[in-house]
């Protein structure tokens, strides 16, 4: 069993994989709304328990929005699970209306158990609410057609005890034919790690791994190695960037406290599941 200890090696998103992760619902014309930071790490007391998130309009008319916070988990197949979880944080406002080229910070107070155990993730969500703000609309004067998109964003908040560190080990490497995870421009509607539709399978490599630490970690933070015996019997050894794994896997969010995901890559070859098989994680 290969092992290897994390020490905040994980602990920051690069932007394309942030929006992989988050799942941003948008169209393809130019966001009406911003937000930022979207992701935001807290501890569980002081100043350090508390998030500004800032929502921007850059839309052409004034913005009614409305807050929501959801828990955030996965399984080890790396299906999200979302859950109500508005009692842990004080939300302010959790209502508002940004105008026009405007801002609004928006303050997340973590209030949960000061002793948490692990770390815990959340959204924070911001929902543009239907609400007509064009007085020639409301008043009926408007006769021209418009479709109205309502935009809806989701910040990233963690929250982690002191000196939390993930802890992450290889349960397991097989080699197996795959269907490649779906592209970065799809992983958004199919899901982080889905595959893509119509591939014919390839030769690839199934990754078990486990994070038995108090601290979450993100598995494309780092470079996959992966060496061993092709079934030709000649050496094998790939290198996967941080980029390539993003791509493949989304950012790979691994839950602490024993949280588990099994994870495929493809090989290009087809590996001796006989021969030594290794995986290690470099910066």
């Known amino acids: 069993m290969a092992k290897f200890r994390l020490a905040g090696l994980f602990g ?5 994989a942030v929006l ?3 799942g941003i619902l948008a169209s393809t014309s130019a966001l009406a709304m911003r937000v930022s930071p979207m992701v935001s790490e807290l501890t569980t007391s002081g100043a350090g328990a508390v998030a500004r998130i800032e929502v921007g309009n850059v839309g ?9 916070i959801t828990r955030i988990d996965f ?15 004080i939300v302010f406002p959790p209502q508002g209306l940004v105008p026009v080229s405007g801002r609004q910070v928006i303050r997340a107070q973590w209030i949960g158990r000061p002793d948490i155990p692990t770390s815990q993730a959340y959204y924070l969500w911001v929902r543009q609410l239907p609400v007509e703000t064009n007085p020639q609309k409301i008043q009926g004067t408007d006769a021209a057609v418009s479709i109205d998109i309502l935009y809806t964003m989701k ?5 982690a005890p002191p000196g939390a560190k993930p802890d992450v080990e290889v349960v397991s490497l097989t080699p197996e034919m795959i269907v490649p995870p779906a592209l970065e421009g799809e992983a958004a509607t199919q899901g982080e790690g889905a595959a893509q539709p119509g591939v014919e399978p390839r030769p690839g490599l199934k990754v078990v791994v486990t994070n038995k630490g108090n601290r979450y970690a993100l598995m494309s933070g780092a470079k996959w190695v992966v060496s061993g015996t092709d079934t030709s019997g000649q050496p094998f050894e790939r290198t996967y960037s941080n980029e390539e794994v993003a791509t493949l896997l989304g950012v790979g969010y691994l839950a602490p406290g024993g949280g588990k995901r099994i994870f495929e890559i ?3 070859v087809a590996l001796d599941p006989a021969k ?3 995986m290690r994680f470099i910066r």
């Open 12 to 16: 920051k998103l690069r932007l394309g």
């Open 20 to 22: 992989l992760f988050l």
């Open 60 to 68: 052409s008319a004034s913005m009614p929005f409305e807050t929501r």
């Open 75 to 89: 399984d080890e197949n790396g299906k999200l699970v979302e859950t109500p979880a508005d009692e842990d944080f």
């Open 155 to 159: 910040a990233l908040i963690v929250v």
């Open 266 to 268: 493809p090989t290009g």
């Open 276 to 278: 030594p098989l290794t």
